[in-house]
């Protein structure tokens, strides 16, 4: 088939005669199309990375602004005087927070040698402080802490010293070689003056422990003469009743008899006292008296006691009601057919008694009451004494059985050396019992003594002070 051109005739082509290079370019078209399509792909896929990649490096960004924001805010909360150091503890760069306390400028901290930080700390404190930095710096230590003064700049251009404590440790690069030194003074002024007050007082406080022990230790040397020098009358008072006892001077009567018996019994029981004022002198527990422990009755002591304390009672026509001795006795064992029996030291039970009743007449008002009575319990008797006196506080329950402590003033304070209840309460103990009280201002107030059962019941045998 042919084309009609012009004048001239072109032949037409088919498909099936194209010429082989023709293939080949379509081929190398197509291939080129294709990569030309992968490239886009692989660059809008590149373009896409580089853009995560940016973002993530703007959110780090943000992130590590915001942590070191956090972290200077922790710092300023603190307080403290942060600072950073080169690894010979030089300052090359502004520190803003020392700046700020201590007044000193970049250049001044800096100095010539990188070491004018050094100024701004106490020249007492200066030498210590840098031989201290350079030797840890030198060992490579893992933590420096020191105290040193460092001064604070105030607004009106003067200053203060303000004590710190220094604490810095290394910053190590990848190769573990220290880069830099990261520190703080912490402010501890308020500190070191509650420290120095707390040694002075500590200090006032051993003084005067010794000037307590030194006055104790005079008290003591005054009542040991005091109580030898009594010795010696109260000697002369038994031999003279021993005399009028056996008759040397001449005949007596029955009653006059029974007063040098009660002479008899005060004088042995005063010299008991001396005796006991003589080991608190020296120092000597109370352990060391020695005890004879038996079966006691009580009846026959409140006897001996009721005979002591008569003068006393009349004197202040005070009711006197002792329910344990005596034809009225009705203190009794437990079934109420006995009388009460203790199982302790005869001599040291009717030396607390004593001293009970005594005080109860001491403190109590004219024509007051003093009543004692007893009830036996289980393993125990319990002996009170009761007063209508001026009361004890509750405050003062305790320290009314230490040593040389008297309680009340005025009207209510009476003599006495302050070992009586202190005394008694230590015997008791010894004994396997206790004394307690029970007071109210102005009511009056009631002591307890308790002491162990008797171990023979009922049939225990009279006991007095000399058994």
Not at 63 to 81: K, N
Not at 350 to 371: D, E, H, M, W, Y
Not at 436 to 447: D, I, K, M, N, Q
Request: charged fraction near 25%.
């Amino acid at each position: 088939m042919e084309l009609s051109q012009g004048s001239e005739s072109v032949p037409r082509r088919r498909a099936s005669d194209r010429p082989a290079d023709l293939e080949r370019v379509q081929h190398e078209v197509r291939t080129n199309i294709a990569r030309a399509t992968d490239a886009v792909a692989h660059s809008r896929a590149l373009t896409e990375s580089r853009a995560a990649d940016r973002a993530a490096t703007t959110e780090f960004a943000a992130r590590l602004q915001t942590s070191e924001a956090r972290f200077r805010a922790l710092v300023e909360v603190a307080g403290h005087v942060t600072w950073v150091l080169d690894a010979q503890a030089r300052i090359v760069a502004p520190q803003p927070a020392w700046q700020a306390f201590t007044g000193q400028s970049f250049t001044d901290a800096r100095g010539r040698d990188g070491y004018g930080w050094a100024d701004a700390i106490h020249p007492d404190d200066r030498a210590e402080a840098l031989r201290t930095c350079r030797e840890a710096i030198g060992r490579g230590a893992a933590r420096y802490e020191h105290r040193a003064r460092i001064r604070r700049a105030d607004r009106g251009g003067g200053h203060e010293w303000r004590h710190t404590l220094v604490r810095m440790v290394p910053v190590r690069g990848a190769d573990g070689a220290v880069c830099e030194w990261v520190g703080a003074n912490i402010d501890i002024t308020d500190l070191v003056a509650a420290e120095a007050a707390a040694h002075t007082a500590l200090t006032e406080a051993q003084a005067a422990r010794a000037a307590a022990e030194a006055a104790t230790a005079a008290k003591g040397r005054v009542l040991a003469a005091a109580s030898h020098d009594l010795r010696a009358p109260l000697a002369a008072i038994a031999g003279y009743v021993e005399l009028l006892a056996d008759g040397v001077m001449g005949p007596i009567t029955e009653a006059q008899r029974e007063a040098l018996e009660r002479i008899d019994i005060a004088q042995a029981v005063l010299l008991a006292l001396t005796t006991d004022i003589v080991h608190a002198a020296r120092a000597e527990a109370v352990a060391d008296v020695p005890l004879t422990l038996s079966d006691v009755r009580l009846d026959p002591l409140c006897d001996i006691l009721g005979m002591l304390i008569a003068p006393h009672v009349a004197s202040k026509a005070l009711r006197y009601d002792c329910r344990i001795g005596g034809a009225d006795a009705h203190a009794h064992d437990d079934d109420g057919t006995g009388p009460l029996v203790v199982y302790a030291d005869a001599e040291r039970v009717l030396q607390i008694l004593v001293n009970l009743v005594g005080n109860a007449i001491k403190f109590s008002p004219r024509a007051g009451t003093v009543t004692v009575d007893a009830a036996g319990g289980g393993p125990a008797v319990h002996v009170r004494v009761c007063d209508t006196g001026c009361g004890i506080l509750a405050s003062q329950h305790e320290a009314i059985f230490q040593p040389f402590v008297r309680v009340g003033s005025g009207a209510s304070y009476t003599d006495g050396v302050g070992l009586g209840l202190a005394t008694s309460r230590d015997l008791a103990r010894r004994m396997g019992g206790d004394i307690t009280v029970e007071s109210t201002l102005g009511v009056g107030s009631v002591f307890t003594l308790t002491l162990p059962r008797g171990r023979a019941g009922r049939s225990a045998p009279a006991a007095g002070p000399d058994q």
